[in-house]
Nanobody
């Protein structure tokens, strides 16, 4: 049974940093990534990484501020978020499998974590 468990969310002031982590168990995936969903908005793509070769893709809104990485030994994927803005406030979801690396559509992810809240105050 596949499980994705996120950690690391919280409250931070604008300009600050947070690091999210997602621990995967019960499966192996060609890629993993992150989406986010703000209140009243649709879930949107944030970043993804190819598990073996490490290629990364980012949403334009986070490029240059967020960095996705993976740890083979711990079977985790991280999202380092710097220079956070109030508009980054959302529930962040870990995703794995499917074809969202190419499509960036949430409907193309096979698995989801439970989500972790990130709140950025102005």
């Amino acid at each position: 049974q596949v499980q994705l468990v996120e950690s690391g969310g919280g409250l931070v002031q604008a300009g600050g940093s947070l690091r999210l982590s997602c621990a995967a168990s019960g499966g192996t995936f060609s890629h993993m990534g992150w989406f986010r969903q703000a209140p009243g908005k649709e879930r949107e793509f944030v970043a993804a990484i190819r598990w073996i070769i490490g290629f990364r893709v980012y949403a334009d809104s986070v490029k240059g501020r967020f960095t996705i990485s993976r740890d083979f030994a711990k079977n985790t994927v991280q999202l380092q978020m710097n220079s956070l803005k109030p508009e980054d406030t959302a529930v962040y979801y870990c995703a794995a499998g499917g074809d969202f690396y190419t499509s960036r559509r949430p409907s193309d992810s096979d698995y989801w974590g439970q989500g972790t809240q990130v709140t950025v105050s102005s």
